[in-house]
């Protein structure tokens, strides 16, 4: 059913863990019914310079998240604006059917976080004016 490459990033997820001064946090799903995952990003001079996933799901989740964040990791902010579920997919060499819909908590969460940390740098922008 898995890839080799599902497999790996499931039993070997990189970058699991959370980030404990995160510039931005993402979270996707709801934790009382399914899968649920929250994106940790750190940035330095406008690149994710780390990153880091807590999930709460299945293989397929756990493994997408993983690739997520090895798309990301060292992308421009705008660069990792642009990555997809489908990229995400594409990375792991495809994924079954009934567990695409896993993929699709990585690209919003990622989103989520960097727009956490806009908000963020928009906020100390403000306070210093």
């Known amino acids: 059913m898995?890839?080799?490459n599902i497999?790996?990033?499931f039993l070997n997820p990189?970058?699991?863990?959370?980030i404990s001064d995160p510039d931005g946090v993402g979270t996707q799903g709801d934790p009382s019914c399914g899968d649920y995952l929250r994106i940790f990003i750190k940035v330095k001079n406008n690149l994710i310079?780390?990153?880091k996933f807590e999930i709460f799901g299945c293989p397929a989740a756990i493994a997408t998240s993983s690739a997520l964040t090895e798309l990301a990791k060292g992308k421009t902010i705008d660069e990792a604006l642009k990555i997809t579920d489908a990229?995400?997919?594409t990375f792991l060499g495809g994924l079954p059917d009934p567990k695409i819909?896993?993929?699709?908590l990585g690209a919003?969460?990622?989103r989520?976080?960097?727009?956490d940390y806009q908000n963020r740098l928009a906020s100390e922008d403000n306070d210093s004016h």
Do not use: P, Q
């Open 87 to 89: 990229d995400i997919i």
């Open 7 to 9: 497999i790996d990033h």
């Open 101 to 104: 819909h896993c993929s699709n």
């Open 2 to 4: 898995y890839n080799e």
């Open 14 to 18: 990189r970058n699991a863990g959370r």
């Open 108 to 110: 919003g969460a990622l």
């Open 49 to 51: 310079s780390d990153i």
């Open 112 to 115: 989520l976080a960097i727009l």
